[in-house]
């Protein structure tokens, strides 16, 4: 019996603001508790929440970059429920009228293969506080420096179908909201936070009951939460029994979701327009202005790599995924160097170099510059790619610069030709017999005298030059 | 529209609002009576009228994105019922 998977995503994206939604207050991250919370963000009485117009104008950009539906006046609204770290008693989010409507956003999969995934709505909410439970044996301990934090819900439709496709498209949002700027992407500090709600259905059956995973903080785990609650509704189903509508907590420790029961009756939240706030217009001329103001997309950059580049489909994904990857590699090839070479060595030795590490490209101990005259002397023959990979590494590890480097080790290329005649005269004297078999036919032995050639001159002879001297040579 | 004493028991619980059994009866009369008010409304034909969200016909007031606010937080934990390093303490909450 085959089951079909049916994945939709919430985000939460908090928006790279300097001050709150509705407040004055700081939303700065790692400042002493409470310290940035105000009488807004405390919801005392008598305050007037007043929306930060660059919340709306960050809303705005991402509507414009998934070619959605912009609704010219949305509304604010109220959700009731009772948390400690909710001080008003309600959230200010949107329910009727979100600032962002339908949407889409086009997304790569493993396969090669794109597909689209549609974005149901996004709107502008609040965040709330922080409740701490480990402080204290008898207390809960509240921060409200997060409270008021704008937010940007990004709510996908359910068309996803399977774990892998979750994490392409969250990663997708990820890189998206880099690219424009409008929220720092940082997971572990909660900035991106994933929502999973699944469900399993027998081919071609109506839509299942689904469940709605929470506590995600990584691609990793989103991808690992997914497909346990996908076996455990399928055993239950397989079982006779069925699904229940609940809210799951992820556990990454014991890898495990478990019901949330505290959060199932209030599952009411009365939502209703919230009479402090006016409806939020949104002018033409505001949005010709946003429009004007975005950057290149990802997607309009991998077509570009593509397409002015000759970089293959494939390369160019991954280097646009991330914009600091994208950002170095253009910074490589904006001063001159090889647009293909540069692809291979930022997605080969750096990339490999940074895992290794755990480094992130910003960090990278090897600046743009310093890859953009590395790759440089290889296409000028100063040395080979051989070569190259010893001098990356040893300025990886702090040796100097590539040209100090190449200097100190004397790693230049020999140019010298008839040098390298002379010592390409001594190996086919001294090995007389693989000369006969190779003029016999066996022509992979040219491999051999290469590697002789290679092994006498420390590696510095150029490759392309040695194959054309052996091959006169030995014809 | 009309309640039974379980969904005023109901929404009571959502507003934590606490209603004695013996108020019980009381309260959902006085709630039906309001409802009934308001079918009064679905008497008119409201098919060409747009929903309203504010009796006021303006749009919201935006402000710049600026940091206004000081850090007052030592007198408005000076008045809550308790507090320590620097957090609100509140009954610990189970998840």
Known sequence: MTWETVIGLEIHSQLKTKSKIFSGASTAFGATANTQACAVDLGYPGVLPVLNQEAVKMALSFGLSVNATINKNSIFARKNYFYPDLPKGYQISQFEIPIVGNGVIDISLENGENKLVGITRAHLEEDAGKSIHDMYDEFTAIDLNRAGTPLLEIVSEPDMSSAKEAVAYAKKIHALVQYIDICDGNMQEGSFRCDANVSVRKHGDKLGTRAELKNINSFKFLEKAINLEVERQIDILEEGGSVVQETRLYDSIKNETRSMRSKEEANDYRYFPDPDLLPVAVSEELLLEIKKSLPELPTEKKLRFVEQLGLSSYDAEILTSQKEVADYFEAVINKGADAKLSANWVMGELSAALNKNQVEINDSPIPSNELFVLISRITDNTISGKIAKDVFKLMWEGNGSVDEIIEKQGLKQMTDSSALESIIDDIISNNLDQVKQYKDGNSKLLGFFVGQVMKATQGKANPKQVNQILNEKLS | ?95
């Open chain 2, 1 to 95: 529209m009309s309640l039974d004493n379980n969904k005023v028991k109901e929404i009571a619980f959502l507003a934590r609002l606490s209603i004695e059994d013996s108020e019980l009866e009381q309260s959902t009369k006085e709630l039906n009576n309001i409802l009934g008010l308001m079918d009064q409304l679905g008497e008119i034909d409201t098919g060409g009228a747009e929903p309203m969200a504010h009796p006021l016909e303006m749009s919201q007031r935006l402000r710049d994105d600026q940091v206004t606010e000081k850090d007052l937080s030592e007198e408005f934990q000076e008045i809550a019922p308790k507090t320590g390093s620097n957090h609100f303490l509140v009954p610990t909450v189970i998840e």
